[in-house]
């Protein structure tokens, strides 16, 4: 094995590689290092633990997945936004399988608060996102929006059912789009 060292952007990509081939539960320390052709120890300079690889591992992957989801998005309605979001992940999770739905269910039921953290952090980019997104409408009927249900409420309420959407492997977003086009459209 040659010992030279790596970088940190090669043991990801490779990790990156891994998971699209194998899925999440391939990255650990080892694997990792032979697939760098390096000496585990390496992948440890960066990495102090296989908890801190697989969340820089899924961090990597959803900068991939969320930098192609925003490109050129402003333009669009909040329900397109929403239906574009919905494909790109669904279209990330074709290049690494079960991606989205193994990293939620393991960071949510893990102890491990820092899997959690990064989780919330880039679920809250994209809600985020999305409340620009429905701020930046111009065809959204305003009086639907009270004390009762803010647009943050109605961001939440709209990714708490795409999450359920792409963990039950829905085909497309189709119900939800519904949904929002009868509440925050006027006719």
């Given at each position: 094995m040659n010992k030279i060292v790596t970088s940190?952007?090669?043991?990801?990509?490779?990790?990156?590689?891994?998971?699209?081939?194998h899925g999440l539960q391939s990255i650990n320390m080892r694997a990792v290092a032979e697939k760098c052709d390096v000496a585990?120890?390496?992948?440890?300079?960066?990495?102090?633990?296989?908890?801190?690889?697989?969340?820089?591992t899924v961090a990597s992957i959803w900068r991939e997945l969320l930098f192609d989801a925003v490109e050129d998005t402003a333009q669009l309605s909040?329900?397109?936004?929403?239906?574009?979001?919905?494909?790109?992940?669904?279209?990330?999770e074709e290049k690494y399988p079960l991606f989205f739905s193994l990293h939620a269910i393991s960071?949510?039921?893990?102890?491990?608060?820092?899997?959690?953290?990064?989780?919330?952090?880039?679920?809250?980019?994209?809600?985020?996102?999305?409340?620009?997104?429905?701020?930046?409408?111009?065809?959204?009927?305003?009086?639907?929006?009270?004390?009762?249900?803010t647009q943050n409420d109605f961001v939440d309420f709209v990714f708490s059912n795409m999450i359920t959407l792409l963990l039950k492997q829905a085909a497309s977003c189709d119900i939800l789009i519904e949904i929002i086009n009868k509440t925050i459209y006027s006719k």
């Open positions: 940190r952007e090669n043991i990801l990509m490779k990790s990156k590689e891994m998971v699209a081939e585990v120890g390496s992948v440890y300079n960066y990495f102090p633990s296989k908890n801190d690889l697989l969340i820089a909040f329900t397109e936004n929403v239906k574009s979001l919905f494909f790109k992940i669904k279209k990330g960071f949510t039921r893990s102890s491990k608060p820092k899997g959690k953290e990064a989780m919330n952090q880039y679920f809250d980019t994209i809600k985020a996102y999305l409340l620009a997104s429905l701020e930046s409408d111009p065809l959204v009927d305003s009086s639907f929006f009270s004390n009762a249900c």
